[in-house]
């Protein structure tokens, strides 16, 4: 009788998910940020000091309370998840870029990996660094603003949400992008405009009518209006709501990755 098994075509003999591979995966996208910790999660929380110091300065002074807060106890949650999806979309962007370019997209793509193993190992390492530079940056607030989350659970969940989405959207962008042309075209004209355009500095009910319709089908807004009521307990909309549009959108945004992944578009030409 003999001891070696046989497996039917498409089988598996790692079974239902591959977890060495799936956790390896993990591992090289963690470790991609944290071996450059000074870029990754040093020079962000330098910049959100920046930004927090020169609008206190330049408009704090004149600004009133906003919402029943000051303007940069207000504005603190908007910078942090301004930061932490800036950054969650840079990871797998530029990690499945740098490996288009370079030609070694192979060691990803040939593994015994299924669609969903990756996708989701790109966004795990894309939603820790986003999670790294928020614990950071919460550190830093409590610091110097003296903030600390009214509602610790409702931060993290929106955090993690944002971080999630932003790391699928990289994903996709990676994937049509063809050289770092086309991804920085898409930073600059797509990324940078959602998170600046969200209230992430004001609250949408300063905006005029049409505006404040647009910015409501702004999937970057709820989460920054959430993160918002998670830190100082204010925010523009039920939180709730957010949640489930934050949710439905990074489920899509997921979802979508996942097609182009297993039907590897622009990856396997």
């Known amino acids: 009788m ?7 075509p498409g089988d598996r003999r790692f079974g239902r998910v591959n977890w060495l591979g799936f956790w390896t995966l993990c591992k090289r996208e963690i470790l991609r940020f944290t071996n450059v910790w000074t870029q990754t999660l040093l020079a962000p929380l330098v910049t959100a000091g920046l930004f927090l110091m020169i609008f206190t300065i330049a408009i704090g002074p004149q600004r009133g309370d906003v919402m ?15 930061t932490v999806i800036q950054n969650a979309f840079a990871n797998t962007s530029s990690s499945l870029m740098v490996s288009k370019v370079q030609g070694n997209i192979v ?7 299924s669609a969903g193993e990756v996708v989701l190992g790109y966004v795990i390492g894309g939603t820790a660094r986003g999670l790294f530079v928020a614990v950071a940056l919460l550190a830093m607030f409590w610091a110097v603003l003296g903030i600390v989350p009214q509602a610790p659970l409702v931060t993290l969940a929106f955090v993690t949400l944002g971080a999630a ?3 699928a959207l990289g994903l996709i962008a990676g994937i049509f992008s063809q050289k770092f042309d086309q991804m920085a075209a898409i930073t600059n004209f797509i990324i940078t405009p959602l998170a600046f355009l969200s209230g992430t500095f004001y609250s949408v009910e300063a905006l005029p009518k049409g505006l404040y319709q647009v910015t409501h089908l702004n999937p970057v807004f709820y989460l920054i209006d959430g993160a918002r009521w998670g830190v100082i307990g204010v925010s523009d909309t039920a939180p709730a709501l957010g949640f489930v549009i934050a949710l439905a959108a990074t489920l899509f945004a997921c979802l979508a990755a996942w097609v182009l992944f297993r039907r590897g578009t622009r990856l396997k030409s």
């Open 68 to 82: 029943g807060v000051a303007f940069t106890t207000f504005i603190a949650p908007g910078i942090l998840m301004m």
């Open 2 to 8: 003999s001891d070696t098994q046989t497996f039917a």
């Open 165 to 167: 989405f932003l790391s």
């Open 107 to 113: 060691d990803t793509l040939m593994p015994p990996l």
